[in-house]
């Protein structure tokens, strides 16, 4: 992968396994100076995982990365810090009970005399907040804000710990209304003005083309590649993400309709169909003469003997 002096993460057949999984297939995957990158593809992607190698969570197999051009091998979430890493998970995991000022603050309040410096600390928090344009009361305690403003919280504390130059927003959104996520926007605009990068996270798909300037899709643990939002149509990225066509996508839900609807309409199941189980267990049958559909199988679950006179069996039809 090219490389420019702009570059500061530049990641490199990256590949991680979980015992029989593989999570990461030799992905790449490059980081600008002030871009907001989104990382998208499906549940069990690699996104994740991409991620907990980037901020130290996990040590790849195989691969290579480079933060400002220096070759690192990142070992703990520390040491991402000290490099300018810093990650805000979905779930906010700060303290409730504490004021956002100590929240931001935490491990690095002011003091004076050997006590914390209250009055130091708020006007510290306060300070981070207004660079992010956001009005919050810095000494309330954490839990009474919305989620919003404790994600908000989270941000600058993120940018707090690690003098952030990276900032991971892991699926940020996803609790937030639309004002709330406008809000985030808007500090996530200012901080990229200021030249700080941004990975996101997110499976809202027009929230990548409000804010994003490019977009990496994973499938499967392998890239399927890197695009600037403009080249890429919604379209386009949904065929990248799931790796058919919409039209292929659309016939195999309508084939699944279908067959809901067939299973509905008609009583092809018949009691004397089904054979009586002797053993105590339950007993897991394919019945004959049932229909064949397309891309789905078929079982049913009788219960043991004993109840069978007192239970009507189960039918479980699943979809592949
Ligand atoms: N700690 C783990 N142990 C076993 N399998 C894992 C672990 N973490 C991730 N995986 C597997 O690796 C694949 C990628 O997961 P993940 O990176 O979480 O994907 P995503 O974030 O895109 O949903 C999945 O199949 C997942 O089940
Ligand atoms: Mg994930």
């Not at 981070?128 to 309330?140: F, H, N, P």
């Not at 500090?187 to 700080?196: A, D, I, N, S």
């Amino acid at each position: 992968m090219s490389e420019t002096v702009n570059t500061i993460v530049n990641m490199e057949g990256i590949c991680k396994s979980f015992l029989s999984v593989q999570a990461l297939d030799h992905v790449d995957f490059s980081l600008v100076k002030g871009e907001i990158h989104a990382l998208v593809g499906e549940n069990g992607a690699g996104k994740s995982t991409l991620i907990k190698v980037l901020t130290g969570v996990v040590q790849p197999d195989a691969g290579s990365i480079r933060i400002n051009g220096q070759k690192e091998v990142i070992r703990s979430t520390q040491h991402a810090q000290a490099l300018g890493i810093s990650t805000v998970y979905q779930e906010v995991n700060l303290c409730p009970h504490l004021s956002v000022a100590e929240n931001i603050l935490i491990g690095r309040e002011p003091h004076k005399f050997g006590f914390i410096d209250r009055n130091a600390m708020n006007a510290a928090a306060r300070e981070i907040l207004d660079g992010l344009g956001v009005d919050m009361d810095v000494t309330l305690p954490l839990g009474t804000c919305s989620v919003a403003l404790q994600q908000m919280a989270a941000i600058a504390r993120a940018l707090e710990i690690a003098n952030a130059k990276v900032l991971v927003l892991d699926e940020p959104t996803s609790s937030l209304d639309a004002n709330e996520t406008a809000q985030l926007f808007t500090v996530m605009r200012r901080l990229k003005g200021e030249g700080v990068s941004i990975i996101f996270i997110t499976h809202f798909l027009n929230q990548i083309y409000e804010v994003a300037n490019r977009i990496t899709v994973l499938r499967n643990g392998t890239l399927v590649g890197t695009y600037d939002v403009k080249s890429l149509s919604r379209l386009e990225l949904i065929t990248k993400m799931i790796g058919r066509s919409l039209v292929e996508y659309d016939e195999m839900v309508n084939i699944k309709k279908e067959s809901r609807k067939f299973i509905k309409d008609e009583a092809w199941l018949k009691a004397e169909q089904l054979s009586r189980a002797e053993s105590s267990g339950w007993q897991v049958c394919w019945v004959q003469g049932a229909p064949r559909l397309p891309n789905s199988s078929l079982e049913s679950i009788i219960p043991p003997a004993e109840r069978c006179a007192s239970m009507t069996p189960k039918l479980k039809i699943s979809h592949r």
